[in-house]
């Protein structure tokens, strides 16, 4: 049974940046990624890599990681982390009734 305990060792601590819309001169809203972290998640992060993902993001699978997520950390859609020194925002939480599944994808430029 996967717990919250298990595979510790390979467990880090990763920041997560909410994003926020302003406007810019041409009075268009611009998504901003905030300054300061609004939380710090403890996770272990692997490959999307099951058929059914694959299926679902074609190409784009080879560009996304998840995490198991465990406890009530404030987390949403379009919030980003830093991984492997590369950036990746969520773009879906699968919630269980013990756990939540968290995609990231890669974001390029």
Request: aromatic share 12%.
């Amino acid at each position: 049974m996967l717990t919250k305990d298990k595979f510790l060792q390979f467990k880090k601590d990763y920041s997560v940046f909410g994003m926020h819309t302003v406007l810019d001169d041409y009075n268009n809203e611009q998504l901003v990624m905030d300054t300061d972290a609004k939380e710090v998640i403890h996770v272990m992060i692997t490959p999307v890599e099951d058929a059914a993902a694959i299926e679902a993001y074609g190409a784009d699978a080879e560009k996304m990681v998840q995490c198991v997520l465990y406890g009530d950390a404030d987390i949403s859609e379009h919030d980003r982390i830093q991984y492997n020194d590369e950036w990746y925002e969520i773009t879906s939480i699968m919630r269980w009734n013990t756990h939540r599944v968290v995609r990231f994808r890669k974001v390029v430029g």
